[in-house]
């Protein structure tokens, strides 16, 4: 599997950790661990859970699958060796890949995700029902756990079994990331971050998470796992002081060639005022614009995104929006001044924000949309596809 690759951190990386597969048919959970090489954490955190499951050879149905995500870069233990391999499941890579092409000279992370997709496409293609999907990731800074979701009824059913933080509208910041690819073939996708990247208690979150995702994704009988209670108390304790949902609200993209320099120790979920200085580049001091709560700041070497805030939301607007859903009322936004289809795509709207002056991505959001741009006086969203109910 690893393709005449050293592989300096030890011999026990391997690219499929387990797969346990029950003989009464059922759902798939596929989780992936270290897609960014520095995380080692959810690798780790899968090697325990498929230990247990064996040894107490417990019965399931469907299966649950648990990969490796850059066995290369985890070996090295960076965050990837030439490209975030977290960024590139683009469609037009993917389908290259799958009809098994490559780029040309390609590079490690060419490589990497060739070979996960192509696991990933075992995996999903011999499960014998729903698939659900868990992204572990870890922080370069201190602070809890907390979940990133596109915002489907779907994915919002399956975050809420696993009791942290669900963050909405940063997935859509991200473009090309695997969950994002996994959720645009029908399947529900959750990204869990456990905490910071060498914290021992990040693994115990992440296994913690996987447990409960097998309970709720109904593989395994809560009674076959004792733990249960005591993996809510974990997250719910390292969860504590932070709402319960809560949406991105402000973002700073950062250039390598910017120099940019994160303020010392300042832990996700912090409370950050408007004005407050956050961070320096080579234009200097960087301060917020909104007063909101850290998200992802950046401590390591590695990454484009300096940090983000996000503000809670009452889950009140959760019930409001998956009514409005329901009733697709998605259908007539065309009908609102400023709003028009593309010709080419129902799905996709543009909206002309000199005309359109109320809260523009909080409606649409609300409708169940994503938001794909914001340049030139326009905004462009798109439906979310698979927001389907499965109750
Ligand atoms: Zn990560």
């Known amino acids: 599997m690893a393709s005449g690759v050293e592989l300096e951190r030890g011999l026990d990386l391997t690219r499929v950790i387990g797969a346990y597969r029950g003989e009464a048919a059922g759902p798939s959970l596929v989780c992936v661990g270290s897609i960014h090489g520095n995380e080692p954490s959810g690798a780790d955190a899968l090697k325990r859970v498929f230990e247990t499951l064996e040894a107490r050879g417990l019965t399931v149905r ?26 590139h499941w683009t469609p037009a890579r993917v389908a290259m890949m799958s009809a098994g092409r490559m ?5 490690s992370e060419d490589v990497e995700q060739s070979e996960l997709l192509g696991v990933l496409t075992d ?60 959720n645009g073939l029908g399947h529900v996708t959750v990204g869990f971050e456990a905490g910071q990247h060498d914290d021992p208690r990040s693994v115990d979150i992440h296994e913690a998470g996987v447990w409960l995702a097998m309970v709720n994704a109904g593989i395994i009988d809560e009674a076959d796992v004792p733990e249960a209670g005591a993996y809510r108390s974990l997250i719910t304790e390292a969860s504590k002081g932070v ?39 080579k234009r200097g001091d960087i301060t917020s614009p909104v007063t909101g709560l850290l998200l992802l700041p950046l401590y ?34 065309h009908w609102l001044p400023g709003v028009r289809r593309r ?22 959001h609300l409708l169940g949309f994503r938001q794909l741009s914001h340049r030139e006086g326009q905004w462009v969203f798109a439906r979310r596809e698979h927001d389907d109910f499965v109750s």
Request: no cysteine.
């Open 62 to 87: 469907g299966e649950v699958v648990g990969l490796t995500g850059n066995l290369r870069a985890l070996s090295k233990g960076v965050r990837f060796l030439a490209k975030d391999l977290n960024r």
């Open 103 to 107: 780029p040309t000279d390609p590079d």
């Open 123 to 182: 995996a999903f293609g011999r499960a014998r029902g729903d698939v659900s999907f868990l992204d572990l990731h870890t922080t370069s800074a201190l602070g809890g756990p907390f979940l990133v979701i596109g915002d489907t009824l779907r994915n919002r059913r399956f975050a809420m079994g696993i009791p942290a933080p669900i963050i909405l509208g940063l997935e859509e910041r991200l473009g090309g990331t695997l969950p994002e690819y996994v």
């Open 243 to 281: 709402p319960r949902v809560l949406e991105l609200s402000h973002h700073h993209r950062i250039k390598q060639s910017d120099g940019f320099r994160m303020a010392p120790e300042i832990p996700n979920f912090s409370v950050i005022r408007s004005g407050q200085r956050l961070a320096t580049d």
């Open 300 to 333: 390591q070497g590695q990454g484009n995104d300096g940090y983000f805030l996000a503000r809670g939301i009452n889950p009140f607007w959760l019930t409001v929006s998956s009514w409005l859903r329901r009733m697709r009322l998605d259908r007539f936004v």
């Open 343 to 364: 010709v080419d795509d129902f799905n996709t709207v543009e909206v002309d924000d000199h005309v359109a002056r109320w809260l523009v991505v909080q409606v649409f």
